[in-house]
């Protein structure tokens, strides 16, 4: 994701900002590997492992990586936030849902949460281990979060790419392309131990 932000960048898509806050990259380094852990915990490690008691490897994954782009989308637009009430659960509830109603955006980021969600579960099944999956997780986390701090985009080419580098056509194919490579390096070869009787 990087390599793709400098290339965004050489081709004037993107520009670095005239002041770039490169002193918020170790935090943000902090909340990706934060949130990568738990997310995987919950995901790929909770709820995979839950729905493998019933069904086999690949419908697990789909509706784990599905409910996992889903939850990405469930959040109000952030100026539907102002005072918080006891009632501002019930005031925001009715926003949650506002995404959908681009269809670009739903093409775009999630159907990139998806294939991310997909990935991120074929690592898990295979390497029998959460490591892998919240390395990738943690590091694309970065890279996103990183790469929208220092730099803005200047030029609209959707459907390729939106306003950041997970959202669009071209991102889903970068993302296809990455997990080929993790494939290649990591995966191919290793043994899904959680092999059941329901994967027969």
Known sequence: MIALGAILI?????????????????????????????????????????????FPSVPSAVFVSVL?????????????????????????????FHQFSDPLLVLGLFITLAILGLMLAHAALRTRSLWLPIGIH???IFAKMGFSKVAKRIQDIMPWFGSDITVGIGSIM???????????????????????????
């Open 174 to 200: 970068i993302l296809l392309f990455l997990w080929f490579v993790i494939w290649l390096l990591f995966v191919r070869g290793s043994v899904d131990s959680t092999y059941t009787e329901n994967d027969r």
């Open 10 to 54: 050489a081709a004037g898509v993107f520009e670095l900002k005239e002041a770039p806050p490169w002193n918020l990259l170790p935090n943000i380094l902090l909340t990706a590997v934060v949130v990568a852990f738990i997310e995987e915990i919950l995901f790929r490690g909770a709820i995979l492992g839950l729905t493998r008691q019933s």
């Open 68 to 96: 996992f782009s889903v939850v990405h989308f469930l959040k109000p637009p952030e100026d539907k936030i102002q005072t918080v009430n006891w009632y501002s659960g019930f005031e925001i509830l009715q926003h949650v």
């Open 138 to 140: 943690a590091g694309l």
